[in-house]
């Protein structure tokens, strides 16, 4: 089964009738996991998909939601970087 396909069915099975950019939600996935942590692809594109329904759910508040996780995301992993480099991390 391709993504596509799957993401077809998981759509029919809950009854949705939606647009998704795969590539987007993919892409964003992908950042959080790497410049977070891993666990949090799927709670950031969960928290993106619940923020774009609440607001209609078009696939323009689609690609601003995704865009505003983006942005946080590419943020906070500057600000990682930067307190991993000069030795002032929290953790």
Not at 33 to 45: M, N, S, V
Not at 48 to 53: D, I, K, L, Q
Not at 81 to 88: A, L
């Given at each position: 089964m391709t993504l596509q396909e799957w993401m077809d069915a998981l759509a029919d099975e809950l009854d949705l009738d939606v647009e998704v950019d795969m590539t987007a939600v993919l892409d964003l996935a992908r950042d959080a996991?790497?410049?977070?942590?891993?666990?949090?692809?799927?709670?950031?594109?969960y928290l993106?998909?619940?923020?774009?329904?609440m607001?209609?759910?078009s696939p323009e508040v689609m690609a601003e939601c995704i865009e505003v996780a983006s942005d946080l995301t590419a943020r906070s992993a500057r600000s990682a970087?930067?307190?991993?480099?000069?030795?002032?991390s929290d953790s």
């Open positions: 996991a790497k410049g977070i942590h891993r666990p949090a692809a799927p709670l950031t594109t993106v998909g619940y923020a774009a329904g607001r209609g759910g970087d930067s307190e991993s480099s000069d030795g002032s």
